[in-house]
């Protein structure tokens, strides 16, 4: 049986780690920004690619119909989601095995 201080350590370790995934969840949503003036001779690929220089989707991956923008702001939203889930998982499996794969102290004989 494990002890109680390295369960408490594990579950701040669980939390920690999954309140900074809903922090980067949120910075993943809040660092796309798409609106504003830009000239009409700019193509929508043109307009994602100076305002998002940082991006898992190419705009040319996505579909045109009915928009271009909408359809990359989507497809962008859910490729970065999912890149964080994945990370998310495979940190919480890590902690999970590490306070699996302490070796337990030995119980004192009582005589």
Request: contains cysteine; proline residues 6%; glycine residues 4%.
């Amino acid at each position: 049986m494990k002890s109680s201080c390295s369960k408490g350590a594990l579950a701040v370790n669980l939390t920690l780690v999954t309140l900074l995934a809903f922090v980067t969840g949120y910075y993943a949503i809040f660092t796309i920004q798409l609106s504003g003036l830009h000239s009409t001779s700019e193509t929508e690929a043109d307009i994602i690619r100076q305002r998002c220089p940082v991006r898992l989707i190419q705009p040319e991956w996505v579909s045109s119909q009915p928009d271009r923008m909408m359809n990359w702001w989507r497809a962008e939203i859910q490729a970065r989601f999912g890149l964080i889930a994945l990370l998310w998982l495979t940190a919480i499996a890590i902690l999970i095995w590490r306070y699996l794969k302490k070796p337990t102290p030995p119980i004192p004989d009582r005589r």
